[in-house]
């Protein structure tokens, strides 16, 4: 079950050179042109439909797929981030099966532009947004869920010491087929993973 309440534009989240801001209408036409470039970069690891209907990401406009991740704000369900560094938009960050009741979690999922890869952008972006989930919006726990192939991806989580707690098989359909994904989770008690990420670069 969603949070059961509307979600507050959390306004610009930043940690260094990194921010996080709620994804804007404004933001389709650049997000749109860098899904574009980065094709090849992202196409492994891009969310496909079984049927086998796809649009090639960057070839249609973002403006109706940001107004339906504005819609999740309104429900509760998802937060919709936009990634900038150094105040361009890099990547997305959305925070999604947002449950409050019980269960009070949240999965995360990201990518950022080929252009920028390597620069500690997506950790720091994680570490933002798992931060702003425990402290601003109390929840208990955040997953995120990995191809075991996804080597960069892999790495991000390593970075922060999220927990792996076990293989999913065949569980999201990606790049044509049903895959299988590395489970890790962070702790409302695990502490801030921003300052935990800057321990570990010093």
Partial sequence: MPLGRAIADPGPLTAGRVTLRVVRVRDAEPLRQLLQRNRGWL???EATHPSGRS??????????????????LAAGSGVPFVVLYDGAVVGQLSVSELSGGALQSSQLGYWVSEHVAGRGIAPTAVAIAIDYLFGALG????EVCIRPENTASLRVVEKLG?????????Y????GAWRDH???VAFRGDGSMVQRLARARH
Avoid: K, N
């Fill in 43 to 45: 196409s492994r690891w």
């Fill in 55 to 72: 649009i090639e990401p960057g070839s249609v406009s973002m403006r109706p797929t940001i107004r339906a991740y504005r819609r999740q």
């Fill in 139 to 142: 929840l208990h726990r955040v």
């Fill in 162 to 170: 999220l927990r792996p707690e076990g293989r999913r098989a065949a």
């Fill in 172 to 175: 999201i359909h990606i790049d």
């Fill in 182 to 184: 590395d489970c890790f």
